[in-house]
């Protein structure tokens, strides 16, 4: 699995759109890379995910670099049930099930 | 559709007691999880079911914890006995093929060892 460096933290204003970033510079060609969060007291949940090109679907978009060292999360008009801490996952294929959920971002969505 | 159920949402027992926590997977799933978040750690893998097989249980931390799936319906995971480090929330999850599939995740059982 690719180690994976988030900020401890952001703020973003609601309705604005949030841009989680990543960073995943050992990642290898098999690698991809997933987003899932956790919302207070709730199981974690799963956003997207993407290998090389980029990804959207109703709840967010993923841009990874052409290089695939880093990407960003980004979820386009932020609101306040979006507060969630915020994983970026890079496991190796096979090992897509047995997640390494790290510290992740603090996303504080404010009125 | 349901989701996936885990009971009880909480549970508080005193060290040395035995507790068991179950786990019901989205119907269809084959893959089962169970993950652990312990005293404001990272949330850690457990172990995988596939069906009633286990697949991966390396995450398991001794011979306290034991995981079973009859049937390869639900999940129970019991803690005999349980310890104060045993405190966390344990979450489980399915998937309907595994690799590569996404997660779905209950919403964790909270368990207190006094």
């Known amino acids: 699995d690719a180690k994976t460096t988030q900020p401890p933290s952001m703020d973003c204003a609601e309705g604005r759109a949030a841009n989680l970033p990543c960073n995943h510079s050992?990642?290898?060609?098999?690698?991809?890379v997933y987003w899932y969060r956790q919302i207070h007291s709730q199981g974690p949940q799963y956003i997207i995910h993407g290998l090389k090109n980029n990804e959207t679907n109703e709840m967010a978009s993923l841009i990874i670099t052409e290089d695939r060292k880093s990407s960003t999360l980004i979820l386009p008009h932020a609101t306040l049930r979006d507060t969630a801490v915020y994983y970026c996952i890079a496991p190796s294929w096979g090992n897509t099930d047995k997640l390494i959920f790290g510290t992740g971002t603090r996303l504080q969505v404010f009125p | 559709e349901a989701g996936v159920t885990q009971f009880p949402s909480h549970s508080v027992i005193e060290k040395g007691q035995t507790v068991t926590l179950r786990c019901d997977p989205i119907s269809g799933h084959d893959n089962l999880y169970w993950y652990r978040r312990v005293m404001g750690k990272e949330i850690k893998f457990l172990l995988h079911f596939v069906k009633e097989s286990k697949q991966d249980e390396s995450g398991m931390p001794n011979n306290r914890f034991l995981a079973e799936r009859t049937g390869g319906t639900y999940s129970t995971l019991k803690v005999q006995p349980a310890e104060l480090e045993d405190s966390g929330v344990y979450f489980c999850?399915?998937?309907?093929?595994?690799?590569?599939?996404?997660?779905?995740f209950g919403s964790g059982t909270q368990l207190s060892v006094l």
């Open positions: 050992t990642i290898s060609g098999n690698e991809y």
């Open positions: 999850a399915s998937s309907l093929t595994g690799s590569g599939e996404k997660l779905f």
